[in-house]
């Protein structure tokens, strides 16, 4: 049996339907809910709200023409998506959302969202742009802002029980998350890229999260079971590929295929899909204080400097036995654009590997050129080292 | 052991037989049919080398048009197997630049000559050798023509690097009475403008190597060493050298 037929993975791959009509029951008695857009969003606060948080993310290709007739063409096909979903009304968990959560990222999603904000209610979050004390300062009022905002739309109180309550559920979300992730450091892995992609993205619908805290368990222990049986998608000599770069999903998962249908196996996902998800918040001292540090400290590549991603990188490159990197960015991200031109010089000189960024958007029009690029890097990959 | 390579561009289809040296070549347009140009290459280079098909201990399949044929064990990128003809070639390659007819690229070799990183244009005509193809068009010149046309004339500066926009240009500058001549060296100058953009993101190394169709005119040549300020190596038959690596791989 495929890794795909089992009943974990079924589970998994049907939440988007389930959720939505959970969601459709709840908003009927009562459940408030908030989009996040960003691994900035603190949902620790909306779930201490008593709301759910859903991840709003655009990763389709589907509504970006709509969005072309206000937005700019040559911007960021994730933020063009995003806004797109808004302005058509298409997907039902935007639909549901009573508030947006968004953060002043990048500069494009930053002026989309003031376009947004005229659509659907939405509090912006002024993000620093720098991880330092001072930042921290100020990012903790931003989180009592946020804080102030959701009690006063949702009708509540976020009293730090709560919110403790809340961090200790994500946090364990996320040791779920991680040991199924971690999956992917045995080699050969016996979970493909595209499934674990499919796991990362569907769970982000999840509005019960003890359901995704228990599918994803028993995912990871069908996994051990079939690594300890032998079975798996790819062989020993499957190149392994760290993914880097901008935040993919299904329906933006092009390079994600590719690599696979050529022949690689993606071990792991170092964006905001993956693995910097992952950092728990301190259960200890005060609680808004550590949800504070904790988002502060997200290595985007819209902080400078952002040495944390370059640390993350070198982690996964070890931990995982990686051959290559590819360094994924959509086409008009001036800041992961740019930093991979420095992510280049170090995976080349300090970890000794192999480097490929791809800048692409959604769009399938590139897929036989990127084929090439992706074969060629896969041919330097499988020679012996 | 007899190997093949074959290479589909995307103008011109490339066989070579190797056993232990060059047996047979043979080059014949790609047109609408890059399976026959394929087959039909084979067959040509498998006569001149007086070898019969049933000889050959394997064949690896390579080119822009990537098209898998049943007579192929393998394929390879185009990117690969340009650096093995031309580390063949000349061992002393750490630096290969190719101008194929919808592509450019630039790929950088290890002392062992293999591939460590590349970089590719392929995402419109623009320093590829169609743009030069176009162009001459527009001229009413070969690409030869085009090059010796341009020897020691002053380049005038096209401003367009897009194949569409730029004829649009040059019919413009013809119309105003400038000289032919300094259009060629004009249009010379874009595609070597080009290939400079392309490899300021590859270290260049000693030696470069200059492969494919385009670097049998020396006039181009000579503009893009001049551009990169390095000395260019061209083997012989610069556009057999994806073949001969396609042949080499499969001998292995
Ligand atoms: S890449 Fe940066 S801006 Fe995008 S979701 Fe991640 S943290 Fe947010
Ligand atoms: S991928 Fe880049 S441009 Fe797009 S939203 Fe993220 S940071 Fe902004």
Redesign the pocket.
Same mark, same amino acid.
């Given at each position: 049996m495929s890794l795909t037929q089992t009943e974990a993975f079924q589970r998994i791959a049907t939440i988007r339907e389930r959720s939505v009509i959970a969601l459709k029951e709840s908003k009927e008695t009562g459940l408030k809910v908030a989009g996040t857009y *960003?691994?900035?969003s603190p949902a620790e606060l909306i779930v201490a709200a008593g709301a759910a948080a859903v991840s709003l *993310?655009g990763t389709s290709q589907t509504p970006i023409p709509a969005a072309e007739k206000v937005l700019p063409r040559n911007l960021c096909p994730l933020i063009k998506s995003s806004y797109g979903f808004a302005v058509t009304d298409t997907c039902p968990f935007l639909y549901f959302a009573d508030l947006l959560v968004a953060e002043t990222? *990048?500069d494009g999603?930053k002026k989309m969202y003031e376009l947004l904000g005229q659509i659907k209610p939405l509090h912006l979050m002024q993000l620093p742009q720098v991880q330092n004390e001072t930042a921290l300062d100020s990012w903790i009022l931003e989180l009592k802002r946020l804080k102030e905002r959701l009690e006063e739309s949702f009708g509540v109180e976020i009293t730090s029980e709560r919110l403790r309550d809340a961090i200790r559920l994500l946090n364990e979300e996320r040791r779920s998350l991680k040991e199924l992730m971690d999956m992917c450091r045995l080699k050969p892995s016996p979970i493909s890229g595209m499934e674990l992609l499919t796991v990362l993205h569907n769970t982000g619908f999840n509005i019960d999260r003890r359901d995704n805290i228990a599918l994803m368990d028993q995912l990871t222990a069908e996994l051990r079971r079939r690594a300890a049986a032998g079975i798996s998608p790819f062989t020993e000599a499957t190149p392994r590929v760290l993914l880097s770069g +901008?935040?993919v999903g299904i329906g933006s998962d092009k390079v994600v295929k590719l690599v696979e249908e050529c022949g690689g196996s993606v071990v792991g996902f170092e964006n *905001?899909t993956g693995y910097k998800k992952l950092d728990p918040v301190d259960e200890a001292g005060d609680p808004l204080v550590a949800v504070a540090e904790r988002y502060l400290r +997200?290595p !985007?590549s !819209?902080m400078s400097p952002n040495p944390g991603r370059f640390e993350l990188v070198k982690r996964l490159v070890e931990e995982f036995q990686v051959d290559g990197v590819i360094d994924l960015t959509w086409q008009g991200c001036h800041t992961f654009n740019i930093e991979s031109h420095a992510l280049k010089q170090f995976v080349q000189e300090q970890l000794s590997r192999p480097f490929l960024q791809i800048e692409t958007d959604y769009s399938e029009s590139d897929t036989e050129q990127l084929k090439v690029r992706i074969e060629a890097f896969l041919e330097i990959l499988a020679r012996p080292r | 052991m007899v190997s093949v390579g074959i290479d589909i561009g995307s103008t011109a289809t490339k066989a070579v037989v190797f056993d232990g040296g060059v047996r047979g070549r043979a080059v014949v347009p790609t047109g609408w049919e890059p399976r026959e140009a394929a087959l039909s290459a084979l067959r040509d280079a498998l006569l001149q080398a007086g070898i019969a098909e049933g000889q050959v201990g394997g064949i690896v399949g390579t080119g822009y048009g990537r098209i898998s044929l049943p007579i192929f064990d393998r394929r390879v990128t185009e990117i690969t197997c340009h650096a093995r003809g031309a580390h063949h070639l000349c061992p002393a390659t750490r630096t290969v630049i190719d101008i194929g007819g919808q592509d450019s690229k630039v790929i950088a070799l290890d002392e062992g000559g293999m591939v460590s990183d590349f970089i590719m244009n392929d995402k419109c005509a623009a320093g590829t050798g169609r743009f030069l193809q176009v162009m001459a068009g527009v001229l009413d010149e070969t690409l030869d023509g085009l090059g010796s046309l341009a020897a020691g004339a002053e380049p005038v500066s096209l401003s367009s690097m897009c194949a569409v926009f730029a004829e649009s240009e040059i019919i413009g500058l013809l119309a105003k009475g400038l000289e032919k001549e300094r259009i060629a060296a004009g249009i010379l100058d874009t595609i070597a403008r080009r290939v400079q953009g392309l490899a300021g993101r590859i270290a260049l190394r000693d030696t470069v190597t200059f492969t494919g169709g385009t670097a049998n005119n020396p006039a181009i040549c000579r503009v893009i060493a001049a551009h990169l300020g390095v000395k260019l190596h061209v083997p012989e038959d610069p556009q057999f050298v994806g073949a001969l690596g396609a042949a080499l791989i499969a001998a292995d």
């Open positions: *960003c691994q900035y *993310c990222t *990048c999603k +901008v935040p *905001c +997200v !985007c !819209c | -």
